[in-house]
């Protein structure tokens, strides 16, 4: 029988105490600096598990259409022009211009003279010009802030955040003339373009914008971005031209979106084009904010419907296919929400599927709120609560 001596045997188990006590202090300084470099992490790692859980969650929203004041109805049932801007549903018919709260309650009505009226909208404020006339106001809800006639026939007008606006006239000897208006009317720049304008685009603070225009190149009409400074008389960059004819042009911080009627592309604030992505079938729709742009493209031929979702310049589309055509798209606060006539769906720009509402074929058209869509149909505006 082996011999063990006392002290062997306390030595090994003080020896063991301390191999339990040193493994265990590894362990939790292991831990804290774990946590220590997930913390100064968080910014990459936080959002994306916030997500978790929830990206592959969507929401059914039941499509019941609101009571009370809804439908609005639009008398006659003639064509009119209908958007949402800062908790008002502002609508123009050809003789009139209403303007509501979230709720379908009235807040003013206002008869217009315009015999070819345009609206344009943005935060709670109206453009209305006449296109082929002379004459445009700015007004709220509280009444008519500026009116002015132009001494040339107006061809578009827009309307920035602040309140500033942009009118192009025709003009002698020029393809167009541009004049800017500050929020109380006073004339703050002007323009002779040897180009066409067909599109501008404010930036946030209201002292630049975009400009797209179209011309021909090699037999075929291609379309140029530039930006403008106001307190500066030459541009500040300028694009190649796209190979299409734009209809729609985006201003964000690193550059622009130009939606055109067969193509659509990016361009960089240096002015070189950085993406074109040529449609394969017609041009149902576009929208763009901040950057983010969502098309749709339908072909009935082929029975394709497609919408085309792009997270920037320098990134290829992801591509959502349909079952049916689609009808209307918008992008607000980073989420394309897209009609089809059975549907209101919204997808982030990851591809994903957020939320649903499930409509009738009569809607031509939407408005998103916070939590609202405002449904349009040919002689009324409906009211569908959406949650995302």
């Known amino acids: 029988m082996p011999m063990y001596d006392a002290n062997d045997i306390v030595e090994q188990k003080k020896r063991d105490k301390r191999r339990k006590r040193l493994l265990k202090l590894t362990a939790l300084l292991l831990v804290l600096g774990t946590g220590a470099g997930m913390y100064l ?76 009226p345009v609206m344009e909208t943005s935060n709670g404020r109206a453009l209305l010009f006449e296109s082929g006339g ?11 802030l500026y009116t002015h006639k132009t001494d040339k026939n107006i061809l578009f007008a827009r309307l920035s955040s602040d309140g500033y606006t942009a009118v192009v006239t025709t003009f002698e000897n020029y393809a167009c003339y541009m004049r800017v208006y500050d929020r109380k009317g006073d004339v703050i720049y002007e323009r002779k373009c040897i180009e ?33 400074d106001f307190s500066e ?4 960059w300028k694009s190649p031209g796209l190979d299409t004819l734009g209809l729609d042009v985006y201003g964000f911080d690193n550059g622009a979106f130009l939606l055109g009627i067969d ?28 950057g983010k742009s969502a098309v749709i493209i339908n072909s009935d031929d ?17 591509i959502i296919d349909f079952d049916s055509p689609l009808i209307d798209v918008s992008v607000v606060n980073g989420i394309a929400y897209v009609m089809k006539n059975d549907s209101v769906l919204a997808y982030d720009f990851n591809g994903e599927l957020r939320s649903t509402a499930t409509v009738n074929d009569s809607y031509t058209g939407f408005e998103r709120s ?9 002689n009324k505006i409906d009211r569908i609560n959406y949650e995302c």
């Open 134 to 144: 002379n004459e445009f106001c700015v007004e709220d809800s509280s009444g008519v």
């Open 196 to 228: 066409r304008l067909n599109d501008i685009s404010f930036n946030e603070n209201s002292n630049g914008c975009v400009v797209s225009y179209f011309y021909a190149e090699n037999g075929s009409l291609v379309t140029s971005v530039q930006e403008i």
């Open 302 to 318: 082929r029975r394709k419907y497609v919408m085309a979702l792009f997270s920037g310049g320098n990134t290829e589309p992801i």
């Open 233 to 236: 008389k030459e541009e500040k």
């Open 41 to 116: 992490s968080r910014e990459s790692w936080l959002p994306k598990l916030r997500g978790i859980g929830k990206q592959y969650q969507i929401i059914v929203n039941d499509g019941r259409l609101a009571e009370g004041n809804f439908p609005i109805e639009i008398n006659g049932g003639a064509e009119y022009q209908m958007a949402y801007s800062d908790e008002n549903v502002i609508v123009m018919s050809d003789a009139y211009i209403y303007f509501y709260n979230e709720e379908g309650g009235e807040i003013k009505k206002r008869q217009h003279a315009l015999s070819n």
């Open 370 to 378: 916070r939590d609202y869509v405002f449904l349009k149909s040919y």
């Open 263 to 290: 193509a659509c592309g990016y361009v960089d604030k240096s002015g070189q084009i950085t993406s074109l992505y040529r449609y394969e079938g017609e041009l149902a729709g576009g929208s763009s904010s901040k």
